[in-house]
T-cell receptor, first 112, second 114 residues
Framework: QKEVEQDPGPLSVPEGAIVSLNCTYS??????FMWYRQYSRKGPELLMY????GNKEDGRFTAQVDKSSKYISLFIRDSQPSDSATYLC????????????FGTGTRLTIIP | AAGVIQSPRHLIKEKRETATLKCYPI?????VYWYQQGPGQDPQFLIS???????DKGSIPDRFSAQQFSDYHSELNMSSLELGDSALYFC?????????????FGPGTRLLVL
């Protein structure tokens, strides 16, 4: 069983909808949580990171962490066709300068 | 803003050949990470360096070696290449402890072994 589980999708939603992406994890040592966006054949682009339970908002994106349930989410409001990409959750332990453990990624398509 | 630079972007090799991938981190970043991403898979951690010293090692084959130089750039050396080594190789950099949780990825090197 993988340390980080993520529904691979694919997920298709109409433009303007709210998107919810989720990951669960089993390793209690994970303290830093990140969301990356990856376009086809490109490098992962860091969207958000957080190290505490609760919500963190940045524009149309909200990251949510529930350490007690070992569950993290990324919400995208007012989704745009340009949001179509693969979204990867990633986690690291301790002080955050350690290797990242990724989920398998969710392929998202926003339909105009 | 400056980003992580990787070269070459594409590389085609024959089985049993060697390959060298280069990574130039974002200026002032002192930590470099290497990841391998197979088709349709998530990135898998290979190895990392902090201040030119190896800081962590993942599922990196013995045929691979890496180092970080005095100017903080890093090179991943791959020998006796196998078909299964075909993948995207990403380098990421961070400020390490000064900015935990933020690893910035380069565009990757796509390696094809024939």
């Amino acid at each position: 069983q993988k340390e980080v589980e993520q529904d691979p999708g694919p997920l298709s939603v109409p433009e303007g909808a709210i998107v919810s992406l989720n990951c669960t994890y089993s390793n209690s040592a994970f303290q830093y949580f990140m969301w990356y966006r990856q376009y086809s054949r490109k490098g992962p682009e860091l969207l958000m990171y957080t190290y505490s339970s609760g919500n963190k908002e940045d524009g149309r994106f909200t990251a949510q962490v529930d350490k007690s349930s070992k569950y993290i989410s990324l919400f995208i409001r007012d989704s745009q066709p340009s949001d179509s990409a693969t979204y990867l959750c990633a986690m690291s332990a301790l002080f955050g300068n350690e290797k990242l453990t990724f989920g398998t990624g969710t392929r998202l398509t926003i339909i105009p | 803003a400056a980003g992580v630079i990787q070269s070459p972007r594409h590389l085609i090799k024959e089985k049993r050949e060697t390959a060298t991938l280069k990574c130039y981190p974002i200026p002032r970043h002192d930590t470099v990470y290497w990841y391998q991403q197979g088709p349709g898979q998530d990135p898998q951690f290979l190895i990392s360096f902090y201040e030119k010293m190896q800081s962590d090692k993942g599922s990196i084959p013995d045929r691979f070696s890496a180092q970080q130089f005095s100017d903080y750039h890093s090179e991943l050396n791959m020998s006796s290449l196998e078909l299964g080594d075909s993948a995207l190789y990403f380098c990421a950099s961070s400020l390490g402890l000064d900015d935990p949780g933020t690893q910035y990825f380069g565009p990757g090197t796509r390696l094809l072994v024939l």
